[in-house]
T-cell receptor, first 111, second 113 residues
Framework: GIQVEQSPPDLILQEGANSTLRCNFS?????LQWFHQNPWGQLINLFYIPSGTKQNGRLSATTVATERYSLLYISSSQTTDSGVYFC?????????????FGTGTLLAVQP | EPEVTQTPSHQVTQMGQEVILHCVPISNHLYFYWYRQILGQKVEFLVSFYNNEISEKSEIFDDQFSVERPDGSNFTLKIRSTKLEDSAMYFCASRTTGLGEQFFGPGTRLTVL
């Protein structure tokens, strides 16, 4: 099945710094989602990004499907950005399209 | 904005007890999912449900698990006889048609003692 790897596994930033998180996937995909898991464990939808670039405030994401990767950019990081960031891609077949999650990047933003 | 809701937010149970986790998907969505996340690990697929039947289930989803859509709005996950290793965060998700975005609920944290 499709493999999804994320890097780096851990990242520590000072407040105000910028960062880039990467998601690599082993097979062709038609869409990709980025999530933020907050310290309470909730999964927050960040982006649904099949290809191209999307921006939402200080966050933006780019997916290059032909090269099998996606990037999540966080600018001017804040302590509330701390948590785990997951990317996920769907598998195909029948009526499922279940999501396969990556290994996650644990981000800690220090004041 | 419509959202997926889950109750309870936290459930504590004794080993061997039955638990039912509740989800209300977004109202016009047709595909429903349960995922699980053991503490410190990544999110894993459990089961998908479409047209009132299971469309796919993972190896984790054994005979102790079942899902039901008892009415037009609720989607439940039942664990018949809980084990210690069932302790995890359980997420419900839903989507419309095609290859659309999946929307996740806030999760239920299940603790089995």
């Amino acid at each position: 099945g499709i493999q999804v790897e994320q890097s780096p596994p851990d990242l520590i930033l000072q407040e105000g710094a910028n960062s880039t998180l990467r998601c690599n996937f082993s097979d062709s995909v038609n869409n990709l989602q980025w999530f933020h898991q907050n310290p309470w464990g909730q999964l927050i939808n960040l982006f649904y990004i099949p290809s191209g670039t999307k921006q939402n405030g200080r966050l933006s994401a780019t997916t290059v499907a032909t090269e099998r990767y996606s990037l999540l950019y966080i600018s001017s990081s804040q302590t509330t950005d701390s948590g785990v960031y997951f990317c996920a891609v769907p598998t195909y077949g029948g009526a499922t399209n279940k999501l396969i999650f990556g290994t996650g990047t644990l981000l800690a933003v220090q004041p | 904005e419509p959202e997926v809701t889950q109750t309870p937010s936290h459930q504590v149970t004794q080993m061997g007890q039955e638990v039912i986790l509740h989800c209300v998907p977004i109202s016009n969505h047709l595909y429903f999912y349960w995922y699980r996340q053991i503490l410190g690990q990544k999110v894993e697929f459990l089961v998908s449900f479409y047209n009132n039947e299971i469309s796919e289930k993972s190896e984790i989803f054994d005979d102790q698990f079942s899902v039901e859509r008892p009415d037009g709005s609720n989607f439940t996950l039942k664990i018949r006889s809980t084990k210690l290793e069932d302790s995890a965060m359980y997420f419900c998700a839903s989507r419309t048609t095609g290859l659309g975005e999946q929307f996740f609920g806030p999760g239920t944290r299940l603790t089995v003692l």
